[in-house]
Protein backbone atom coordinates (compact mmCIF):
# COMPACT_ATOMS: atom_id res chain seq x y z
CA UNK A 1 0.00 0.00 0.00
CA UNK A 2 1.06 3.85 -0.31
CA UNK A 3 3.02 5.04 2.87
CA UNK A 4 1.38 6.48 5.85
CA UNK A 5 1.74 9.92 7.50
CA UNK A 6 1.26 10.70 10.85
CA UNK A 7 0.90 14.50 12.25
CA UNK A 8 2.25 15.51 15.12
CA UNK A 9 1.07 17.14 17.58
CA UNK A 10 2.84 19.54 19.82
CA UNK A 11 2.08 22.96 21.82
CA UNK A 12 4.17 25.77 22.40
CA UNK A 13 7.12 24.09 20.78
CA UNK A 14 7.12 20.91 22.88
CA UNK A 15 6.14 17.45 21.14
CA UNK A 16 3.09 15.73 22.65
CA UNK A 17 3.93 12.25 23.81
CA UNK A 18 0.41 11.42 22.51
CA UNK A 19 1.71 11.20 18.91
CA UNK A 20 3.99 8.50 20.27
CA UNK A 21 0.97 6.15 20.31
CA UNK A 22 -0.12 7.35 16.95
CA UNK A 23 3.17 6.76 15.62
CA UNK A 24 2.28 2.59 17.04
CA UNK A 25 -0.72 2.75 15.42
CA UNK A 26 0.56 4.17 12.14
CA UNK A 27 3.55 1.20 12.57
CA UNK A 28 0.54 -1.24 13.03
CA UNK A 29 -1.05 -0.49 9.80
CA UNK A 30 2.28 -0.75 7.58
CA UNK A 31 2.79 -4.01 9.25
CA UNK A 32 -0.91 -5.35 7.91
CA UNK A 33 -0.88 -3.14 4.34
CA UNK A 34 2.75 -2.51 3.39
CA UNK A 35 4.38 1.28 3.27
CA UNK A 36 6.34 3.55 5.22
CA UNK A 37 5.38 5.81 8.02
CA UNK A 38 6.31 9.49 7.60
CA UNK A 39 5.78 12.13 10.46
CA UNK A 40 4.61 16.30 9.52
CA UNK A 41 5.34 18.55 12.01
CA UNK A 42 3.58 22.12 11.01
CA UNK A 43 4.55 25.40 13.12
CA UNK A 44 6.20 28.24 13.11
CA UNK A 45 9.79 27.92 14.85
CA UNK A 46 9.35 24.10 15.25
CA UNK A 47 12.51 22.71 14.35
CA UNK A 48 13.15 21.09 17.78
CA UNK A 49 9.67 19.58 17.99
CA UNK A 50 10.81 17.72 14.10
CA UNK A 51 14.01 16.67 15.83
CA UNK A 52 12.12 14.93 18.26
CA UNK A 53 9.63 13.15 16.18
CA UNK A 54 12.68 12.45 13.84
CA UNK A 55 13.58 9.92 16.71
CA UNK A 56 10.29 8.24 16.74
CA UNK A 57 11.32 5.00 14.67
CA UNK A 58 9.64 7.19 11.39
CA UNK A 59 11.19 7.14 7.96
CA UNK A 60 10.94 10.96 7.83
CA UNK A 61 10.06 13.70 8.85
CA UNK A 62 8.37 16.35 6.79
CA UNK A 63 8.48 20.13 8.40
CA UNK A 64 6.01 22.68 6.69
CA UNK A 65 6.74 25.76 8.66
CA UNK A 66 5.64 29.58 8.28
CA UNK A 67 4.09 32.15 10.41
CA UNK A 68 0.67 31.04 9.64
CA UNK A 69 0.63 28.01 11.11
CA UNK A 70 2.14 29.49 14.66
CA UNK A 71 -0.78 29.52 16.08
CA UNK A 72 -2.78 26.00 15.29
CA UNK A 73 -6.23 26.62 13.46
CA UNK A 74 -8.12 23.65 11.93
CA UNK A 75 -8.39 25.32 8.48
CA UNK A 76 -4.86 25.97 7.69
CA UNK A 77 -4.14 22.43 9.45
CA UNK A 78 -6.40 20.45 7.65
CA UNK A 79 -5.60 22.49 4.14
CA UNK A 80 -1.38 22.04 4.13
CA UNK A 81 -2.16 18.41 5.61
CA UNK A 82 -4.48 18.15 2.41
CA UNK A 83 -1.34 19.50 0.38
CA UNK A 84 1.05 16.93 1.97
CA UNK A 85 -1.32 14.16 1.08
CA UNK A 86 -1.68 14.91 -2.27
CA UNK A 87 1.67 15.61 -2.96
CA UNK A 88 3.07 11.98 -1.57
CA UNK A 89 0.29 9.97 -2.47
CA UNK A 90 -0.10 8.95 1.11
CA UNK A 91 -2.80 6.37 1.88
CA UNK A 92 -3.66 6.73 4.93
CA UNK A 93 -3.35 9.70 7.98
CA UNK A 94 -3.29 9.19 11.21
CA UNK A 95 -3.38 12.00 14.11
CA UNK A 96 -4.11 11.76 17.75
CA UNK A 97 -7.58 11.47 19.19
CA UNK A 98 -7.06 14.51 21.30
CA UNK A 99 -9.14 17.79 20.96
CA UNK A 100 -6.54 18.43 17.95
CA UNK A 101 -7.12 15.63 16.42
CA UNK A 102 -10.68 15.62 16.97
CA UNK A 103 -11.09 19.34 15.20
CA UNK A 104 -9.01 19.01 12.30
CA UNK A 105 -9.47 15.85 11.04
CA UNK A 106 -13.42 15.68 10.14
CA UNK A 107 -12.15 18.69 8.23
CA UNK A 108 -9.46 17.29 5.83
CA UNK A 109 -12.16 14.03 5.54
CA UNK A 110 -14.27 16.95 4.28
CA UNK A 111 -11.58 18.44 2.10
CA UNK A 112 -10.83 15.10 0.65
CA UNK A 113 -13.97 13.11 0.62
CA UNK A 114 -12.09 10.52 2.58
CA UNK A 115 -13.58 8.11 4.86
CA UNK A 116 -12.61 9.07 8.61
CA UNK A 117 -12.43 6.32 11.87
CA UNK A 118 -12.67 8.16 14.99
CA UNK A 119 -10.63 7.02 18.51
CA UNK A 120 -9.94 3.66 16.62
CA UNK A 121 -8.27 1.14 19.21
CA UNK A 122 -7.53 -2.05 16.58
CA UNK A 123 -6.65 -2.55 13.42
CA UNK A 124 -6.53 -6.27 11.58
CA UNK A 125 -6.95 -7.80 8.62
CA UNK A 126 -9.41 -10.17 7.34
CA UNK A 127 -8.28 -11.80 4.21
CA UNK A 128 -7.50 -9.14 2.38
CA UNK A 129 -9.65 -6.54 4.00
CA UNK A 130 -8.97 -4.12 6.74
CA UNK A 131 -10.90 -3.78 10.17
CA UNK A 132 -10.82 -1.35 12.14
CA UNK A 133 -12.23 -1.34 16.06
CA UNK A 134 -13.59 1.79 17.60
CA UNK A 135 -15.71 2.20 20.45
CA UNK A 136 -19.48 3.21 20.70
CA UNK A 137 -22.45 3.90 22.53
CA UNK A 138 -20.14 5.28 25.53
CA UNK A 139 -17.63 2.09 25.22
CA UNK A 140 -20.40 -0.18 25.39
CA UNK A 141 -20.06 -1.71 22.14
CA UNK A 142 -16.99 -2.58 20.18
CA UNK A 143 -17.23 -1.66 16.62
CA UNK A 144 -15.98 -3.52 13.60
CA UNK A 145 -15.52 -1.07 11.17
CA UNK A 146 -14.47 -1.11 7.37
CA UNK A 147 -13.39 2.40 5.43
CA UNK A 148 -14.35 2.50 1.90
CA UNK A 149 -12.16 4.75 -0.57
CA UNK A 150 -9.18 6.47 0.67
CA UNK A 151 -6.94 7.75 1.66
CA UNK A 152 -7.80 6.77 5.15
CA UNK A 153 -8.12 8.61 7.88
CA UNK A 154 -7.85 7.71 11.50
CA UNK A 155 -7.75 9.18 14.81
CA UNK A 156 -5.93 7.04 17.21
CA UNK A 157 -7.30 6.38 21.18
CA UNK A 158 -3.82 6.78 22.54
CA UNK A 159 -4.40 4.52 25.70
CA UNK A 160 -5.18 1.66 22.81
CA UNK A 161 -1.59 1.44 21.27
CA UNK A 162 1.75 1.15 23.35
CA UNK A 163 4.00 4.41 22.90
CA UNK A 164 6.80 3.84 20.45
CA UNK A 165 10.06 3.71 21.06
CA UNK A 166 12.07 6.66 21.44
CA UNK A 167 15.54 6.96 20.32
CA UNK A 168 17.46 4.89 17.90
CA UNK A 169 18.53 6.16 14.56
CA UNK A 170 17.49 9.72 13.86
CA UNK A 171 15.13 9.68 10.74
CA UNK A 172 16.08 13.00 8.19
CA UNK A 173 13.79 15.53 8.03
CA UNK A 174 12.89 17.30 5.22
CA UNK A 175 11.07 20.69 4.60
CA UNK A 176 7.86 21.00 2.29
CA UNK A 177 6.36 24.29 1.14
CA UNK A 178 2.94 24.48 2.35
CA UNK A 179 0.23 27.06 1.89
CA UNK A 180 -2.13 28.50 4.46
CA UNK A 181 -5.85 29.01 4.08
CA UNK A 182 -7.85 30.29 7.45
CA UNK A 183 -10.83 30.40 6.04
CA UNK A 184 -12.02 33.09 8.52
CA UNK A 185 -10.67 31.80 10.97
CA UNK A 186 -8.25 33.72 13.14
CA UNK A 187 -6.69 32.68 17.09
CA UNK A 188 -7.49 35.09 19.23
CA UNK A 189 -5.91 33.83 22.56
CA UNK A 190 -5.23 30.29 25.21
CA UNK A 191 -5.81 30.32 28.43
CA UNK A 192 -3.77 27.30 30.02
CA UNK A 193 -4.72 25.36 33.22
CA UNK A 194 -1.51 25.69 34.84
CA UNK A 195 -0.45 22.64 36.94
CA UNK A 196 2.64 20.86 38.54
CA UNK A 197 0.78 17.67 38.30
CA UNK A 198 1.24 14.61 35.32
CA UNK A 199 -0.94 15.36 32.84
CA UNK A 200 -4.02 13.55 33.09
CA UNK A 201 -3.77 11.74 29.47
CA UNK A 202 0.14 10.70 30.74
CA UNK A 203 -0.51 10.09 34.61
CA UNK A 204 0.43 6.55 35.68
CA UNK A 205 -1.70 6.94 39.13
CA UNK A 206 -5.04 9.51 38.81
CA UNK A 207 -7.11 10.39 41.91
CA UNK A 208 -10.27 11.36 41.03
CA UNK A 209 -13.22 12.97 42.58
CA UNK A 210 -17.11 13.06 42.01
CA UNK A 211 -20.05 14.63 43.47
CA UNK A 212 -19.27 12.76 46.77
CA UNK A 213 -16.24 15.34 47.38
CA UNK A 214 -19.47 18.13 48.31
CA UNK A 215 -17.48 21.16 47.63
CA UNK A 216 -14.14 22.90 46.00
CA UNK A 217 -12.27 23.35 49.00
CA UNK A 218 -12.68 19.57 49.69
CA UNK A 219 -10.48 18.81 46.43
CA UNK A 220 -7.05 19.85 48.83
CA UNK A 221 -8.19 17.00 50.39
CA UNK A 222 -7.79 14.78 46.66
CA UNK A 223 -4.72 17.04 46.04
CA UNK A 224 -2.90 15.52 49.33
CA UNK A 225 -3.31 12.25 48.24
CA UNK A 226 -2.50 12.71 44.85
CA UNK A 227 1.02 14.59 45.74
CA UNK A 228 2.07 11.70 47.96
CA UNK A 229 1.35 9.76 44.41
CA UNK A 230 2.59 11.80 42.58
CA UNK A 231 -0.86 11.26 40.79
CA UNK A 232 -2.87 13.65 37.97
CA UNK A 233 -6.46 14.55 39.41
CA UNK A 234 -9.43 13.92 37.42
CA UNK A 235 -12.94 14.89 38.32
CA UNK A 236 -16.16 13.05 36.91
CA UNK A 237 -18.91 15.35 35.39
CA UNK A 238 -21.16 16.25 38.13
CA UNK A 239 -17.70 17.56 39.73
CA UNK A 240 -16.86 19.85 37.13
CA UNK A 241 -20.42 21.09 36.20
CA UNK A 242 -20.71 21.62 40.03
CA UNK A 243 -17.94 24.23 39.25
CA UNK A 244 -15.65 22.20 41.99
CA UNK A 245 -12.63 21.29 39.26
CA UNK A 246 -12.01 22.08 36.02
CA UNK A 247 -13.33 21.37 32.78
CA UNK A 248 -10.09 19.66 31.16
CA UNK A 249 -10.18 17.69 34.78
CA UNK A 250 -13.01 15.70 33.31
CA UNK A 251 -12.65 12.17 32.53
CA UNK A 252 -15.47 10.50 30.79
CA UNK A 253 -16.87 9.51 27.36
CA UNK A 254 -17.39 13.27 26.80
CA UNK A 255 -14.33 14.27 28.71
CA UNK A 256 -10.66 12.45 28.61
CA UNK A 257 -10.38 8.42 28.52
CA UNK A 258 -7.34 7.20 30.45
CA UNK A 259 -6.31 4.32 30.92
CA UNK A 260 -3.03 4.56 34.03
CA UNK A 261 -1.91 1.54 36.47
CA UNK A 262 -3.97 2.63 39.32
CA UNK A 263 -7.40 4.83 39.34
CA UNK A 264 -8.93 5.71 42.32
CA UNK A 265 -12.24 6.93 42.34
CA UNK A 266 -13.37 9.19 45.71
CA UNK A 267 -17.13 9.68 46.05
CA UNK A 268 -18.13 8.85 42.24
CA UNK A 269 -21.14 6.83 41.68
CA UNK A 270 -19.71 5.19 38.10
CA UNK A 271 -22.25 6.54 35.56
CA UNK A 272 -22.34 5.10 32.27
CA UNK A 273 -20.57 7.91 30.56
CA UNK A 274 -17.75 8.19 33.49
CA UNK A 275 -16.85 4.34 32.83
CA UNK A 276 -16.34 4.99 29.60
CA UNK A 277 -13.28 7.04 30.13
CA UNK A 278 -11.39 5.03 32.63
CA UNK A 279 -12.39 1.51 33.12
CA UNK A 280 -9.60 0.57 30.91
CA UNK A 281 -7.26 1.14 33.68
CA UNK A 282 -5.20 -1.28 35.08
CA UNK A 283 -6.44 -1.28 38.97
CA UNK A 284 -9.53 0.52 39.85
CA UNK A 285 -10.16 1.22 43.36
CA UNK A 286 -13.20 2.84 44.45
CA UNK A 287 -14.28 5.12 47.79
CA UNK A 288 -18.01 5.33 48.19
CA UNK A 289 -20.58 5.60 50.68
CA UNK A 290 -23.46 3.84 48.96
CA UNK A 291 -22.73 0.17 48.87
CA UNK A 292 -25.15 0.07 45.65
CA UNK A 293 -22.63 2.59 43.13
CA UNK A 294 -22.06 0.88 39.91
CA UNK A 295 -18.37 1.70 40.36
CA UNK A 296 -18.20 -1.12 42.55
CA UNK A 297 -18.60 -3.56 39.47
CA UNK A 298 -16.03 -2.77 37.64
CA UNK A 299 -13.45 -1.71 41.11
CA UNK A 300 -10.44 -4.24 42.04
CA UNK A 301 -10.71 -2.92 45.38
CA UNK A 302 -13.93 -1.28 46.56
CA UNK A 303 -14.07 0.15 50.21
CA UNK A 304 -17.38 1.33 51.24
CA UNK A 305 -16.98 4.09 53.26
CA UNK A 306 -17.10 7.66 54.06
CA UNK A 307 -14.43 9.23 52.11
CA UNK A 308 -13.68 11.86 54.55
CA UNK A 309 -12.64 9.45 56.89
CA UNK A 310 -11.29 6.56 54.34
CA UNK A 311 -8.74 9.32 52.49
CA UNK A 312 -7.42 11.09 55.53
CA UNK A 313 -6.31 6.89 56.80
CA UNK A 314 -4.83 6.43 53.39
CA UNK A 315 -2.62 9.58 52.90
CA UNK A 316 -1.28 8.71 56.97
CA UNK A 317 -0.99 4.70 55.67
CA UNK A 318 0.88 5.93 52.70
CA UNK A 319 3.05 8.43 54.66
CA UNK A 320 4.07 5.17 56.86
CA UNK A 321 4.95 3.07 53.77
CA UNK A 322 7.14 5.95 52.71
CA UNK A 323 8.99 6.48 55.65
CA UNK A 324 9.22 2.41 56.27
CA UNK B 1 -29.69 35.81 12.36
CA UNK B 2 -31.11 32.75 10.79
CA UNK B 3 -29.71 29.93 12.37
CA UNK B 4 -29.92 26.37 11.27
CA UNK B 5 -29.59 23.71 14.34
CA UNK B 6 -28.98 20.16 13.22
CA UNK B 7 -30.24 17.17 15.37
CA UNK B 8 -30.07 13.75 16.23
CA UNK B 9 -32.01 11.22 17.71
CA UNK B 10 -29.86 8.72 19.93
CA UNK B 11 -31.16 6.10 22.13
CA UNK B 12 -31.01 7.52 26.25
CA UNK B 13 -27.57 7.84 27.26
CA UNK B 14 -28.49 6.87 30.99
CA UNK B 15 -29.71 3.42 29.72
CA UNK B 16 -26.72 0.78 29.06
CA UNK B 17 -27.34 -0.53 25.28
CA UNK B 18 -27.39 -4.40 24.62
CA UNK B 19 -26.26 -5.65 21.57
CA UNK B 20 -27.92 -8.41 19.62
CA UNK B 21 -27.16 -11.91 19.57
CA UNK B 22 -25.51 -12.25 16.62
CA UNK B 23 -23.07 -8.23 16.93
CA UNK B 24 -25.33 -7.48 13.79
CA UNK B 25 -26.62 -4.17 15.96
CA UNK B 26 -27.62 -2.81 18.86
CA UNK B 27 -31.20 -3.79 20.39
CA UNK B 28 -33.34 -0.23 20.86
CA UNK B 29 -36.63 -2.11 21.23
CA UNK B 30 -36.88 -0.89 25.15
CA UNK B 31 -35.45 1.68 24.71
CA UNK B 32 -36.47 5.81 24.10
CA UNK B 33 -34.94 7.78 21.61
CA UNK B 34 -34.16 11.22 22.85
CA UNK B 35 -32.70 14.57 21.19
CA UNK B 36 -28.63 13.88 21.95
CA UNK B 37 -27.24 16.08 24.74
CA UNK B 38 -25.10 17.70 22.83
CA UNK B 39 -27.56 18.74 20.07
CA UNK B 40 -29.92 20.10 23.06
CA UNK B 41 -27.49 22.52 24.12
CA UNK B 42 -26.91 23.78 20.25
CA UNK B 43 -30.82 24.37 19.98
CA UNK B 44 -31.06 26.19 23.21
CA UNK B 45 -28.20 28.53 22.19
CA UNK B 46 -30.00 29.16 18.76
CA UNK B 47 -32.54 29.98 20.73
CA UNK B 48 -31.10 32.65 22.99
CA UNK B 49 -29.19 34.09 19.78
CA UNK B 50 -32.59 34.49 18.76
CA UNK B 51 -34.04 35.94 21.49
CA UNK B 52 -31.09 38.90 21.62
CA UNK B 53 -30.73 39.20 17.57
CA UNK B 54 -33.99 38.33 16.33
CA UNK B 55 -34.01 35.79 13.58
CA UNK B 56 -35.30 32.12 13.34
CA UNK B 57 -33.83 29.00 14.22
CA UNK B 58 -34.35 26.14 11.85
CA UNK B 59 -33.87 22.39 12.99
CA UNK B 60 -33.02 20.24 10.37
CA UNK B 61 -32.21 15.87 10.94
CA UNK B 62 -31.28 13.51 8.38
CA UNK B 63 -32.57 10.04 9.30
CA UNK B 64 -35.38 7.96 9.66
CA UNK B 65 -39.16 9.63 9.81
CA UNK B 66 -39.74 8.53 13.57
CA UNK B 67 -37.04 11.55 14.18
CA UNK B 68 -40.04 13.60 14.11
CA UNK B 69 -40.85 12.71 17.94
CA UNK B 70 -37.06 14.41 18.71
CA UNK B 71 -37.44 17.35 16.12
CA UNK B 72 -41.10 18.18 17.40
CA UNK B 73 -39.01 18.49 21.16
CA UNK B 74 -36.70 21.27 19.84
CA UNK B 75 -39.55 22.84 17.98
CA UNK B 76 -41.39 22.72 21.58
CA UNK B 77 -38.04 24.12 23.27
CA UNK B 78 -39.00 26.87 21.10
CA UNK B 79 -37.42 26.41 17.21
CA UNK B 80 -39.72 27.84 14.48
CA UNK B 81 -39.69 25.64 11.94
CA UNK B 82 -37.96 22.15 11.19
CA UNK B 83 -37.10 20.20 8.26
CA UNK B 84 -36.65 15.91 8.25
CA UNK B 85 -34.22 14.97 5.60
CA UNK B 86 -35.75 11.56 5.44
CA UNK B 87 -33.35 8.62 4.94
CA UNK B 88 -34.50 5.34 5.16
CA UNK B 89 -31.30 4.35 7.73
CA UNK B 90 -28.51 5.94 9.61
CA UNK B 91 -25.77 7.30 7.30
CA UNK B 92 -22.08 8.00 7.95
CA UNK B 93 -20.72 11.29 8.83
CA UNK B 94 -19.20 12.37 5.02
CA UNK B 95 -22.86 11.42 3.96
CA UNK B 96 -25.08 13.59 6.74
CA UNK B 97 -22.68 16.11 6.42
CA UNK B 98 -23.42 16.46 2.13
CA UNK B 99 -26.91 16.41 2.64
CA UNK B 100 -26.56 19.13 5.51
CA UNK B 101 -24.84 21.15 3.24
CA UNK B 102 -27.56 21.30 0.59
CA UNK B 103 -30.30 22.05 3.13
CA UNK B 104 -27.85 25.02 4.33
CA UNK B 105 -27.39 26.16 1.07
CA UNK B 106 -31.00 26.25 0.59
CA UNK B 107 -31.89 28.04 3.74
CA UNK B 108 -29.04 30.17 3.50
CA UNK B 109 -28.52 30.42 7.09
CA UNK B 110 -26.03 32.51 8.60
CA UNK B 111 -24.59 30.00 11.28
CA UNK B 112 -24.84 25.84 11.39
CA UNK B 113 -25.26 24.93 15.33
CA UNK B 114 -24.57 21.53 16.44
CA UNK B 115 -23.56 18.89 18.64
CA UNK B 116 -19.91 18.09 19.01
CA UNK B 117 -20.61 14.29 18.93
CA UNK B 118 -23.53 12.00 19.11
CA UNK B 119 -23.73 9.86 21.86
CA UNK B 120 -24.31 7.13 19.90
CA UNK B 121 -21.74 6.25 17.43
CA UNK B 122 -19.28 9.31 19.46
CA UNK B 123 -18.06 9.98 16.09
CA UNK B 124 -17.56 13.86 16.67
CA UNK B 125 -17.42 14.41 12.86
CA UNK B 126 -20.52 16.10 11.23
CA UNK B 127 -19.53 19.38 11.97
CA UNK B 128 -16.13 19.67 11.10
CA UNK B 129 -17.06 17.78 8.11
CA UNK B 130 -19.56 20.25 7.31
CA UNK B 131 -17.31 23.28 7.47
CA UNK B 132 -14.51 22.17 5.13
CA UNK B 133 -17.69 21.21 2.72
CA UNK B 134 -19.36 24.36 2.41
CA UNK B 135 -15.48 26.10 2.64
CA UNK B 136 -16.87 28.02 5.99
CA UNK B 137 -14.46 28.58 9.27
CA UNK B 138 -15.48 26.01 12.34
CA UNK B 139 -15.51 26.47 15.91
CA UNK B 140 -15.85 23.02 17.90
CA UNK B 141 -16.37 21.91 21.27
CA UNK B 142 -17.61 25.66 21.89
CA UNK B 143 -18.39 26.95 25.20
CA UNK B 144 -18.55 30.75 24.97
CA UNK B 145 -20.33 32.24 21.91
CA UNK B 146 -19.97 36.42 21.86
CA UNK B 147 -21.12 37.80 18.33
CA UNK B 148 -19.24 41.09 16.94
CA UNK B 149 -21.36 44.19 17.22
CA UNK B 150 -22.08 44.03 13.39
CA UNK B 151 -23.06 40.20 13.89
CA UNK B 152 -20.65 39.15 11.00
CA UNK B 153 -18.19 37.58 13.23
CA UNK B 154 -17.92 35.89 16.69
CA UNK B 155 -15.52 35.56 19.10
CA UNK B 156 -16.03 31.24 20.14
CA UNK B 157 -14.20 30.16 23.50
CA UNK B 158 -13.71 26.20 22.97
CA UNK B 159 -12.58 23.25 25.47
CA UNK B 160 -9.39 21.96 24.51
CA UNK B 161 -6.81 19.64 25.97
CA UNK B 162 -4.78 21.69 28.69
CA UNK B 163 -7.30 24.51 29.09
CA UNK B 164 -9.52 27.06 26.67
CA UNK B 165 -9.00 28.54 24.00
CA UNK B 166 -11.04 31.73 21.66
CA UNK B 167 -10.35 32.07 17.98
CA UNK B 168 -12.70 34.56 15.81
CA UNK B 169 -15.13 33.04 13.09
CA UNK B 170 -16.69 35.31 9.90
CA UNK B 171 -20.23 34.19 9.75
CA UNK B 172 -21.56 32.33 8.16
CA UNK B 173 -19.68 29.78 10.33
CA UNK B 174 -20.52 25.89 11.62
CA UNK B 175 -20.57 26.24 15.57
CA UNK B 176 -20.05 22.58 17.63
CA UNK B 177 -21.40 22.29 21.06
CA UNK B 178 -19.63 21.34 24.10
CA UNK B 179 -21.58 20.52 27.55
CA UNK B 180 -20.56 23.82 29.41
CA UNK B 181 -21.88 26.17 26.60
CA UNK B 182 -25.09 26.35 28.64
CA UNK B 183 -27.80 24.97 30.70
CA UNK B 184 -30.87 23.52 28.04
CA UNK B 185 -34.73 24.48 29.23
CA UNK B 186 -37.36 22.39 29.20
CA UNK B 187 -40.28 22.42 26.84
CA UNK B 188 -43.57 23.83 28.39
CA UNK B 189 -46.87 22.55 28.32
CA UNK B 190 -47.84 25.50 25.91
CA UNK B 191 -44.85 24.99 24.11
CA UNK B 192 -45.49 20.99 23.39
CA UNK B 193 -49.14 22.09 22.56
CA UNK B 194 -48.08 24.89 20.05
CA UNK B 195 -45.07 22.47 18.59
CA UNK B 196 -47.92 20.50 17.12
CA UNK B 197 -48.75 23.46 14.48
CA UNK B 198 -45.20 24.56 13.51
CA UNK B 199 -44.32 23.34 9.93
CA UNK B 200 -41.77 20.43 9.58
CA UNK B 201 -41.44 19.69 6.13
CA UNK B 202 -40.16 16.12 4.97
CA UNK B 203 -37.98 15.99 2.33
CA UNK B 204 -37.11 12.71 0.36
CA UNK B 205 -33.34 12.13 0.59
CA UNK B 206 -33.11 11.20 -3.38
CA UNK B 207 -34.97 14.58 -3.87
CA UNK B 208 -31.62 16.19 -2.94
CA UNK B 209 -29.16 14.41 -5.43
CA UNK B 210 -26.17 12.92 -2.58
CA UNK B 211 -23.92 10.41 -3.46
CA UNK B 212 -24.42 8.84 0.30
CA UNK B 213 -23.22 5.50 -0.39
CA UNK B 214 -21.31 4.73 2.85
CA UNK B 215 -17.80 4.99 3.39
CA UNK B 216 -17.69 3.91 6.86
CA UNK B 217 -19.06 1.03 7.22
CA UNK B 218 -19.87 -0.79 10.83
CA UNK B 219 -19.72 -4.62 10.32
CA UNK B 220 -20.65 -5.89 13.85
CA UNK B 221 -20.68 -4.73 17.18
CA UNK B 222 -19.17 -6.52 20.12
CA UNK B 223 -18.93 -6.48 23.72
CA UNK B 224 -15.94 -4.55 25.33
CA UNK B 225 -13.94 -6.62 27.64
CA UNK B 226 -15.86 -7.24 30.50
CA UNK B 227 -13.92 -6.27 34.20
CA UNK B 228 -13.63 -8.94 36.57
CA UNK B 229 -14.50 -5.95 39.16
CA UNK B 230 -16.75 -6.58 42.20
CA UNK B 231 -13.28 -7.20 44.99
CA UNK B 232 -13.83 -5.64 48.38
CA UNK B 233 -11.78 -4.74 51.42
CA UNK B 234 -12.80 -4.26 54.78
CA UNK B 235 -10.50 -0.71 55.72
CA UNK B 236 -8.12 1.28 54.48
CA UNK B 237 -5.28 -0.34 55.87
CA UNK B 238 -6.50 -4.03 54.34
CA UNK B 239 -6.80 -1.71 50.86
CA UNK B 240 -3.21 -0.10 51.25
CA UNK B 241 -1.77 -3.54 51.85
CA UNK B 242 -3.37 -5.30 48.76
CA UNK B 243 -2.63 -2.29 46.37
CA UNK B 244 1.21 -2.72 47.71
CA UNK B 245 1.42 -6.68 47.70
CA UNK B 246 -1.04 -8.26 45.42
CA UNK B 247 -1.72 -5.10 42.33
CA UNK B 248 1.83 -4.31 43.13
CA UNK B 249 1.31 -0.76 42.31
CA UNK B 250 2.36 1.24 45.13
Redesign the interface.
Known sequence: MADILVVVEH?EGVFKKNTLSVVSAAKALAGLTGGEVDALVLGDSVAAVAGVAAGTGVRKVLLGEGAAFGKY???TY?GAVAQVVKAGAYGAVFAPA???G??????????L???????IVGLEKVGDAL?VKR???????????????GPLLFTVRQTAFDAAAMGGAKAPVEKVAVTAE????????????KSERP?L?EAR?IVSAGRGIKAQENFKLVEELADL?NAAIGAS?AAV?AGWA???WQVG??G?IVAP??YIALGISG???HLAGM?DS????AINKDEEAPI??????????DLFK?VP??IA??KK?KSA | MKILVAIKPVPNPDEKVKIKGDGSGIVLDNIKMVVNPFCEIAVEEALRIREKLTGEVVVVTVGPKEGEQQVRTALAMGADRAVLVEAGTDLDSLAVAKVLAKVVADEKADLVLMGKQAVDDDNNQVGQILAAVLGWPQATFASKIEFAADNRKANVTREVDGGLETIEVALPAVVTTDLRLNEPRYASLPGIMKAKKKELKVVPLASLGVDTAPRVKVLSYAAPKQRAGGGRVADVAELVSKLKSEAKVL
Open positions: QLASASTFKDFMPRLSGLDAPLASDRPMYAGNAIGTVELVGAWGMAFVSRQETETMLRDPNDQTKELAIQKKVIVFQVADYGLVAAEMELL
